[in-house]
């Protein structure tokens, strides 16, 4: 038998049953709130109301976009939006041995052209009816109406493009790939058209954050590119400004992330450019650096130098 205090008076035992339950639906109810119960996972539809697919002629949110393809096969996938670029690096002089050593090759196929698009029409080979979110700058690229509005004959022209293009899926959803694609093609020419970059004697590394492409030119004479890149997203803005290319680390690695940053070459605190081993046309952008192809790093890997001079200027569109 337990012994009692002589001092602690006792609730008779019905009582205390009820203040146990009434305490126990108390933490349910407290507990349900700050950690609610999923939805039980068997048949039939998850409780609450289904968002409605947006009307054809309501272009597509970018942030709503999903990959048209899966990724490739052997493609591995590192944690790339990291917010290490707000640091800078800790700097020091890297030996032969390590600079001989090439950064990993991406696994085939990475660096294909895919589109963007609605969920729904992942794998879905049938024209796309939905406008995209680019759809009349698209539209006034191929001299069509440019009325924002998804018609047959828009989806047959888009779709011309993009298989001219390599660009897959070939739905002709006006995507990010597809315009951003557009936008390279009449920068090649003269990407200093417009004459925001300097134009000087020595080399310097132009990168127009509005239409989402770099170059590197010497006086008039454009050295490398034009070719797209990735910029800060909103409230990760790449800086504007010019900089100079201040540390080239060619295998750097984040020990922060343990993801890699090939062919980084820093120009402003922790943001530089580097390659992914992504779509270069992915919607979210970067935390600050300047994304490019792996391809594309590698070869700017020997278009500059340290010490050049680096201009950006513009807006991220949607940043």
Known sequence: ???RHPHTPQTPRPKRLALHLAALA?????????????????????PGPVAPEPAPDSPAP????VPGEPRAPGQVVY?????????????YEPTAAEEAVEPAAPAAGVERLVEYVPGNEV??????????????QVERWLKLPADGKQSAADCAAIRRFQTDHGIRPNSGFAGPATWGT???????????????????RT?????????????????????????????GRPGFATRTGTYPVYWRHKNHWSTIYNAPMPYA??????????????????????????NLTYSDAKRLWGALAKGDPVHIWGRRPGA
Not at 62 to 65: H, Q, S, Y
Not at 126 to 134: D, E, F, I, N, T
């Open 1 to 3: 038998m337990t012994e």
């Open 26 to 46: 108390t933490c349910l109810t407290l507990c349900g709130a700050a950690y609610p119960v999923p939805p039980h996972p068997g048949p039939g539809p998850a």
């Open 62 to 65: 970018v942030d709503a976009l």
């Open 79 to 91: 944690l790339m939006d990291t917010p290490d670029q707000v640091l800078p690096p800790l700097v």
């Open 123 to 136: 794998g879905v080979a049938a024209c796309s009816r939905q406008a995209g979110p680019y759809q009349r």
């Open 182 to 200: 557009m936008r390279l093609l009449a920068a090649r020419a003269n990407p200093n058209a417009a004459g925001h970059c300097p134009v000087r």
């Open 203 to 231: 080399r310097i590394a132009c990168v127009d954050l509005d239409r989402q492409i770099m170059w590197v030119q010497k006086q008039t004479k454009v050295t490398f590119g034009p070719v797209a890149i990735r910029s």
């Open 265 to 290: 070459q820093f120009f402003s605190g922790g943001q530089a450019f580097h390659a992914i081993y992504d779509n270069i046309y992915s919607t979210v952008g970067s935390r600050g650096c300047v």
